[in-house]
């Protein structure tokens, strides 16, 4: 009953959290003036995040659950390296976590970000172990959807500046409580307590990849670089004011040099 139930908690909280996602999408596209974060209705902006959140949820539910079913890293580093590609633009320009959320969890998300970017480095690095594999998904990839619902619910404790100055402990128990899910996260995580989350037995065969396979991976994370690359390019091009027309001169008026 315990591991059904945290399996519950936790499946609610992923789905909250791309609800949330979604939600954005949609303000971005029909109720710009609704959005938490102005930045996205930019309509080069809400395009990137909507690749961003595709791509994160293609991760998380299809490509990560079957690249560890079937031990191929080849799918699951494809996969990694497709989430980072459409994730650095978006932490680059649309990161309002200090002006949204406060200064506290600003810097947690930064340290945070640091740490994560760290581990998968030394994971990427030494032996090949799935019970690492799982846990880079189930919690550090996760925890992009596991927090959202409950921060952004949190973050209306303290919206508004007259909010924030009647409630200056807001912030605190925001931190605290994305922490908190943080920590318990890798704790049911690290003790297999998810129930449709698990480590491959070790009878299952590490998947060898064909040739095709490969072109296919290598293939799509250049197309993605190239389709981010271009979209960000149109974005910061869009914040470049247009040149202000000169002014028109009527015909047989004197020049404005002369």
Known sequence: ????????????????????GARQ???????????LNPLFS?????HMFSVHIFIASAMLFVIGPLAIANKSTLWFWGGVIALLTTSIPIGAYFNRNPQTFGKLIGRWVVVRNFF?????TVVAAVAVNWSNYYLLLWWLIA?????????????KLYDTPEKKAARPWAPILNWVVIVTIYVLAYLVVDN???????????SVATHIPADWEV????????ALLLATWTLTKRYTQSLIPAPTPAPRVAA???SPTK
């Open 1 to 20: 009953m315990g591991s059904l139930l945290i399996t519950i908690v936790y499946t609610g909280l992923l789905a909250w959290g791309f609800f949330v």
């Open 25 to 35: 999408i949609y303000q971005g596209y029909r109720q710009p003036e609704g959005l």
């Open 42 to 46: 930019n309509r080069w902006a809400i």
């Open 116 to 120: 994560e970017y760290s581990v998968f």
């Open 143 to 155: 925890y992009r959807y596991l927090d959202v619902g409950p921060r952004r619910f949190l973050q």
């Open 192 to 202: 297999e307590l998810i129930r449709y989350a698990e480590v491959p037995a070790d």
């Open 215 to 222: 072109g296919v991976v290598v293939g799509f994370n250049f």
């Open 252 to 254: 047989g008026s004197p």
